[in-house]
Structures are given as structure tokens and as C-alpha cells.
């Protein structure tokens, strides 16, 4: 019965998404499969935001009180539907060579894919929540909330008196909090399957990002490799919020890449806002991503704002706008309760204190290279990264692609500033963390190696 | 040319692949955890990564401290995971530094002032409970 209703609850999240999808982009310019990935990522983060927004109403969490609302939402959905004339066209049906037939190496890679999507839901629903942060910071969040069934200042005062990291945000406790009260338990065994499927939300991204440009059989191959890192498959699995982070930021990189290509397209970039807002609304570290793209959107803006429409150009204004307006909730409620960071105070980022801080920087580099060439780790992918930059500097530096390596390169500083500025010492934190923090760019990262060896992979 | 390069190093990405799972589930143990995760129900699922000796003293103080009373550890490194899960467990139980409640796990029997034995929990723990002023 548990399992059933759960089943139900991720199809409503999904469902709820979709009419978000649908409300501010009409799903236009993208096939059945990235809706379907775009859905799940933005009903999660959509109705936590609401569930947030119970705090300031003064309402008991109830799952009718959440789902009541958004029928308003699904009404006006099928209006525009009824006027417009339906559901648009599947872009799928835009993919070079869609109608190839299968090669055994797409058989051999998509049952490479199809293992490695089945084993992270197996290693995730054979066991309860039980690593570390998994447990200590954020399902002890999601339980307080279950029991008390609202979110009350009495919440956010216990959360700053007893439990580590009161700062963190709570898009991934909330859901599971929606995800109990649906269940009718605290079933913090089946609660996991939201990060496989943010997990497969990501791969499906990078497929169809990757398919629009190359063949199946390249596109395939980029998402099997993603698939088969074993960190990858390994943090689907934990409850850590690595990847629903790094799902975030991938799809509102992607889809700021897309409209790059296409600046009247607003409503992708409308999409790509709100995505990377729930990235900040995920965990602290997308707030670094908000600035990431913010940064590259200006970037593009610079460069290219002469040939741009009046339309692209208040679309352009608009994208930190909507950012703000996802994560100023969450920040009024920080500063009401007086709920900081203790690991890393950001009030002080200045060009001279950074400068005071230049001596972490070798420590800090020193620890990034010994997790990618070390031994022991399993990071071939950040070698091949490497390798293939080497081979294609220039491609990197070209059209789109540059704009993809100015993402990857903001991430990687945003990381070094972020060390640099940490109250622990350098050298413990960055072991400790540097690892995971990886994932959060990794699917970019693949994405890019894609797009820069594309012309020297003929497949 | 290109086209061999890759195909050997999509066989080595394989093999790899292939190495650390096989490593994982038979090296490292998973596949026996599976095996045994597999046949538990949800507490005894709990039971299993927490530890059987440890998840039975949590037991045991969740069904002899009050829901909303208030307890401290002993016999845990602050921080350390095992007292995390101890307090989700616990919860709404809350840790304070002047509780009405010690948990010792792991820790011989001693005299608190303050406090009297309140129950055993065979050779692995026990819980003080504070004298009523």
C-alpha cells in the first residue's frame, strides 16, 4: 500500500511540474523525454517552495491543503490547451537520424545504462537513510517536520538549537516530508527513491542534449560513460543531495546553452531561472551556480547584445530576477531566525581579503589534482576531460562550447573562493568534500566533452 | 585510426566498469549486505546498518524516555555517526546539556549526582534518569 502510494505521489509530483513546464514554456523546443526529466525536477522543487510557503501563511502541512492550489494552475493549463489546439510537437522527432536502426553498440550501451539506472534504485530501496549527512542534517529535518505536520518557528529554532547546519536549505527535506504524509509513514526506506530518479532525470538530460547535435550512438555512448562513474551511481543511491543539486544546474545550464543558440526563445531561459533558483533552493552550493549562469548570461549579453530582439534582452533582465523572487523566501526566514553558516561566513568576500588568502591556494590545488590523478580515486572521466581539452583547445573556445567552458571554469573558481574563505582548515575540508562537490558539474562537464570532441569522434 | 582508439578505450572504460562493480559486491561486501537487507523488514533494516546491539539500546531508550523528554549520550564521540543516527532515532526526543535522561552505551555503571539508575540494558547499556528536586 506504501509503495503504491508512493508511486502515485512521484506521478502527482511529476504531474505538477509539468503544468509548471507547460504554464511558463509550453514544453516548446523539447522532446516527450527532457518534459518528463524537466517535470519530476521542478514538481520537487516547486511544491517544497510551496510547503516552505505554509510557514509564512501559518498553516498546518495537510496533503489536500498542498495538491488544492495548483488546480487553479491546471485549470488555466487546459484553457491555453483548448485555445492553442494541444499538447506541441515532440523536438524529439528533430533528431538527426531518429529513425536509424539500432547498432549492437547501442544495444550493448543502452543495456549498459538500463543495469546501471536499475542498480541505483536497487542500492537505494534495499536499505534505510543511514550516511552520514543523509541522516545527521537532512532526514532529521524531514522528520521533525512529518511529526509536527507544519512548519512552525518552533522548526527553525530547534533546527538552530539541536542539529548541525540549521543554514542548509530544505527543498530535499520537505519533498520527503510531502512523500511521508502521502505514505501515512516514515518510511525512510522508499523516501530514497527520489535521488535515483534524480539521478535518471540527469542522464535522460544529457541524452537528449547530446542526441541534438550527434549521433545515437555518440549520444549514448557520453550517457553510458556518466552512468558507469561509479561515484555517479553511488550518490544516486545515498540520500546525499549531490545529484538532485547537480540535476538543478545541468538543466538550467543546458537549456541557458540552448538559448544562447536561440535568444527569442524566453521561455526556455524563463525554465533555465527557475531550475537553477531550485538549485540555490537544493543546497547552499547553488547559490554559487545562480552566479555561475548569471555570470555567463551577462557574458553572452556582452557579446552579443546588438543582435538580440527588446524580447531576449528583458528576458536577459529577467533571469536574476526570478531567481530572487525563488529563493527570498527561504532567505527572509535565514534572517528572521538569525540561522548563519558556521563553516563559511560569505558576508566578507572581498578582493583584499581573497588576496589575504592566497597561501590556500596550493593546498587547495594540491588536494583537486590528488582527487583526480590519485591513485585510489576513480575519476577518469576528470582525466579525460583533461586529455580532451588538450586535444580541442581551440573547439573549447568556439561558439556555444566557450560559453559551456566559461560555466565549467566559474564552477571550478567558485569552489577555490569558497575553500579560501572557510573557517576549517583548508586541507581537511577540501578531502572531506572536494570528492562530492565534483558530481555537482560532472553531467556539464560530460556534456562539454561531448560538445568539444564532436568533430573528432565520428560516430 | 580515431575509430580503434575509441573502441579500445570504450573495451578498457568497460572492463573497468565491470572491475569496480564486481569489487564492490563481492570484495567489499554489498552483495552479502543485499542478501541479508533483502529478508529484513524496515527495523530490522535499521537494525542492520546501524548496528544490532547499537539499534537495540535505541530501542530500548525510545520505549523508556518520554516522547518530548529531554537526554544526553555517553559512550559517543560527539559527532560521530552513530550518535547522529542515536538522535534522528530518538527524536522528538532532544539532546541538552542539562537533560532529564543519560544514555550510556558502553559504559560501565557509575554514580552521577544528580541522577539514579533508572533502567538496564543487559551488559550494554543503561539509563539515569534525574532525582526530582
Same mark, same amino acid.
Given at each position: 500500500?506504501?509503495?503504491?502510494?508512493?508511486?502515485? %505521489?512521484?506521478?502527482?509530483?511529476?504531474?505538477?511540474?509539468? *503544468?509548471?513546464?507547460?504554464?511558463?514554456?509550453?514544453?516548446?523546443?523539447?522532446? !516527450?523525454?527532457?518534459?518528463?526529466?524537466?517535470?519530476?525536477?521542478?514538481?520537487?522543487?516547486?511544491?517544497?517552495?510551496?510547503?516552505?510557503?505554509?510557514?509564512?501563511?501559518?498553516?498546518?502541512?495537510?496533503?489536500?491543503?498542498?495538491?488544492?492550489? $495548483?488546480?487553479?494552475?491546471?485549470?488555466?493549463?487546459?484553457?491555453?490547451?483548448?485555445?492553442?489546439?494541444?499538447?506541441?510537437?515532440?523536438?524529439?522527432?528533430?533528431? &538527426?537520424? %531518429?529513425?536509424?536502426?539500432?547498432?549492437?553498440?547501442?544495444?550493448?550501451?543502452?543495456?549498459?545504462?538500463?543495469?546501471?539506472?536499475?542498480?541505483?534504485?536497487?542500492?537505494?530501496?534495499?536499505?534505510?537513510?543511514?550516511?552520514?549527512?543523509?541522516?545527521?542534517? #537532512?532526514?532529521?529535518?524531514?522528520?521533525?517536520?512529518?511529526?509536527?505536520?507544519?512548519?512552525?518557528?518552533?522548526?527553525?529554532?530547534?533546527?538552530?538549537? @539541536?542539529?548541525? &547546519?540549521?543554514?542548509?536549505?530544505?527543498?530535499?527535506?520537505?519533498?520527503?516530508?510531502?512523500?511521508?504524509?502521502?505514505?501515512?509513514?516514515?518510511?525512510?526506506?522508499?523516501?530514497?527513491?527520489?535521488?535515483?530518479?534524480?539521478?535518471?532525470?540527469?542522464?535522460?538530460?544529457?541524452?537528449?542534449?547530446?542526441?541534438?547535435?550527434?549521433?545515437?550512438?555518440?549520444?549514448?555512448?557520453?550517457?553510458?560513460?556518466?552512468?558507469?562513474?561509479?561515484?555517479?551511481?553511488?550518490?544516486?543511491?545515498?540520500?546525499? &543531495?549531490?545529484?538532485?543539486?547537480?540535476?538543478?544546474?545541468?538543466? %538550467?545550464?543546458?537549456?541557458?546553452? !540552448?538559448?544562447?543558440?536561440?535568444?527569442?526563445?524566453?521561455?526556455?531561459?524563463?525554465?533555465?531561472?527557475?531550475?537553477?533558483?531550485?538549485?540555490? $533552493?537544493?543546497?547552499?552550493?547553488?547559490? /554559487?551556480?545562480?552566479?555561475?549562469?548569471?555570470?555567463?548570461?551577462?557574458?553572452?549579453?556582452?557579446?552579443?547584445?546588438?543582435?538580440?530582439?527588446?524580447?531576449?534582452?528583458?528576458?536577459?533582465?529577467?533571469?536574476?530576477?526570478?531567481?530572487?523572487?525563488?529563493?527570498?523566501?527561504?532567505?527572509?526566514?535565514?534572517?528572521?531566525?538569525?540561522?548563519?553558516?558556521?563553516?563559511?561566513?560569505?558576508?566578507?568576500?572581498?578582493?583584499? #581579503?581573497?588576496?589575504?588568502?592566497? =597561501?590556500?591556494?596550493?593546498?587547495?590545488?594540491?588536494?583537486?589534482?590528488?582527487?583526480?590523478?590519485?591513485?585510489?580515486?576513480? *575519476?577518469?572521466?576528470?582525466?579525460?576531460? /583533461?586529455?580532451? @581539452?588538450?586535444?580541442?583547445?581551440?573547439?573549447?573556445?568556439?561558439?556555444?562550447?566557450?560559453?559551456?567552458?566559461?560555466?565549467?571554469?566559474?564552477?571550478?573558481?567558485?569552489?577555490?573562493? @569558497?575553500?579560501?574563505?572557510? *573557517?576549517?582548515?583548508?586541507? =581537511?575540508?577540501?578531502?572531506?568534500?572536494?570528492?562530492?562537490?565534483?558530481? =555537482? @558539474?560532472?553531467?556539464?562537464?560530460? #556534456? $562539454?566533452?561531448?560538445?568539444?570532441?564532436?568533430?573528432?569522434?565520428?560516430? | 585510426?580515431?575509430?580503434?582508439?575509441?573502441?579500445?578505450?570504450?573495451?578498457?572504460?568497460? +572492463?573497468?566498469? +565491470?572491475?569496480?562493480?564486481?569489487?564492490?559486491?563481492?570484495?567489499?561486501?554489498?552483495?552479502?549486505?543485499?542478501?541479508?537487507?533483502?529478508?529484513?523488514?524496515?527495523?530490522?533494516?535499521?537494525?542492520?546498518?546501524?548496528?544490532?546491539?547499537?539499534?537495540?539500546?535505541?530501542?530500548?531508550?525510545?520505549?523508556?524516555?518520554?516522547?518530548?523528554?529531554?537526554?544526553?549520550?555517553?559512550?559517543?564521540?560527539?559527532?560521530?555517526?552513530?550518535?547522529?543516527?542515536?538522535?534522528?532515532?530518538?527524536?522528538?526526543?532532544?539532546?541538552?546539556?542539562?537533560?532529564?535522561?543519560?544514555?550510556?552505551?558502553?559504559?560501565?555503571?557509575?554514580?552521577?549526582?544528580?541522577?539514579?539508575?533508572?533502567?538496564?540494558?543487559?551488559?550494554?547499556?543503561?539509563? +539515569?534518569?534525574?532525582?526530582?528536586?
Amino acid at each position: 500500500m506504501e509503495t503504491a502510494r508512493l508511486i502515485i %505521489s512521484i506521478g502527482v509530483l511529476t504531474f505538477l511540474g509539468w *503544468n509548471v513546464l507547460y504554464l511558463i514554456s509550453r514544453g516548446r523546443g523539447l522532446c !516527450r523525454t527532457e518534459r518528463a526529466a524537466l517535470s519530476y525536477a521542478l514538481g520537487v522543487g516547486c511544491v517544497s517552495l510551496e510547503m516552505l510557503t505554509f510557514f509564512f501563511l501559518g498553516q498546518p502541512l495537510r496533503v489536500s491543503m498542498l495538491l488544492a492550489p $495548483w488546480a487553479v494552475v491546471i485549470i488555466l493549463n487546459m484553457i491555453r490547451a483548448f485555445r492553442e489546439g494541444g499538447a506541441p510537437r515532440d523536438a524529439g522527432a528533430l533528431f &538527426h537520424g %531518429s529513425r536509424a536502426p539500432y547498432r549492437p553498440v547501442d544495444i550493448l550501451l543502452a543495456c549498459g545504462i538500463a543495469f546501471e539506472v536499475c542498480y541505483a534504485f536497487f542500492r537505494a530501496l534495499i536499505k534505510p537513510i543511514e550516511s552520514y549527512d543523509a541522516i545527521a542534517i #537532512y532526514a532529521i529535518k524531514s522528520k521533525m517536520l512529518f511529526l509536527a505536520r507544519a512548519v512552525t518557528a518552533d522548526f527553525f529554532l530547534a533546527m538552530k538549537a @539541536f542539529f548541525p &547546519h540549521p543554514d542548509y536549505p530544505l527543498n530535499i527535506p520537505f519533498i520527503e516530508t510531502f512523500l511521508y504524509m502521502t505514505m501515512g509513514s516514515l518510511n525512510d526506506q522508499l523516501v530514497k527513491v527520489i535521488f535515483p530518479l534524480f539521478a535518471l532525470a540527469i542522464l535522460a538530460l544529457l541524452y537528449c542534449a547530446v542526441r541534438r547535435f550527434a549521433s545515437r550512438t555518440y549520444a549514448l555512448l557520453f550517457t553510458f560513460v556518466l552512468a558507469t562513474i561509479p561515484m555517479f551511481g553511488s550518490y544516486a543511491a545515498n540520500a546525499y &543531495h549531490e545529484l538532485p543539486l547537480a540535476c538543478y544546474y545541468f538543466a %538550467s545550464a543546458l537549456l541557458l546553452f !540552448r538559448w544562447f543558440e536561440r535568444p527569442d526563445r524566453t521561455r526556455l531561459l524563463a525554465v533555465s531561472a527557475v531550475m537553477v533558483g531550485l538549485a540555490g $533552493w537544493t543546497k547552499n552550493e547553488g547559490m /554559487l551556480y545562480c552566479a555561475v549562469n548569471v555570470i555567463v548570461l551577462a557574458a553572452f549579453v556582452a557579446f552579443n547584445y546588438k543582435g538580440m530582439s527588446a524580447k531576449g534582452l528583458i528576458g536577459a533582465a529577467a533571469y536574476p530576477v526570478i531567481i530572487v523572487v525563488l529563493l527570498l523566501p527561504w532567505i527572509l526566514v535565514k534572517r528572521s531566525f538569525g540561522i548563519t553558516n558556521s563553516d563559511v561566513d560569505l558576508a566578507n568576500i572581498n578582493p583584499v #581579503y581573497i588576496v589575504g588568502q592566497a =597561501h590556500k591556494i596550493v593546498p587547495i590545488l594540491n588536494e583537486f589534482q590528488k582527487q583526480i590523478f590519485g591513485p585510489k580515486k576513480w *575519476n577518469l572521466i576528470w582525466i579525460a576531460a /583533461l586529455i580532451g @581539452f588538450a586535444m580541442q583547445y581551440r573547439s573549447a573556445f568556439t561558439g556555444i562550447r566557450r560559453y559551456v567552458t566559461l560555466s565549467l571554469a566559474l564552477a571550478v573558481s567558485g569552489y577555490v573562493v @569558497f575553500y579560501m574563505k572557510s *573557517n576549517i582548515e583548508v586541507v =581537511h575540508f577540501v578531502t572531506k568534500t572536494w570528492a562530492r562537490f565534483l558530481l =555537482h @558539474f560532472l553531467p556539464v562537464a560530460v #556534456y $562539454w566533452l561531448a560538445l568539444i570532441l564532436k568533430d573528432d569522434i565520428r560516430i | 585510426m580515431k575509430k580503434i582508439v575509441l573502441h579500445i578505450l570504450l573495451a578498457v572504460w568497460i +572492463v573497468l566498469w +565491470v572491475m569496480f562493480l564486481a569489487r564492490e559486491l563481492f570484495v567489499k561486501g554489498a552483495f552479502r549486505d543485499y542478501r541479508i537487507l533483502a529478508g529484513r523488514t524496515l527495523d530490522g533494516k535499521r537494525s542492520y546498518v546501524t548496528g544490532d546491539s547499537l539499534y537495540g539500546f535505541i530501542e530500548f531508550c525510545r520505549q523508556n524516555i518520554p516522547d518530548r523528554a529531554t537526554y544526553a549520550f555517553e559512550g559517543f564521540e560527539d559527532g560521530a555517526l552513530d550518535k547522529r543516527r542515536a538522535t534522528y532515532y530518538l527524536y522528538p526526543r532532544t539532546e541538552t546539556p542539562d537533560p532529564e535522561f543519560i544514555c550510556a552505551y558502553m559504559v560501565p555503571v557509575r554514580a552521577r549526582e544528580g541522577y539514579s539508575l533508572y533502567r538496564e540494558f543487559g551488559d550494554t547499556g543503561y539509563i +539515569v534518569k534525574k532525582d526530582k528536586e
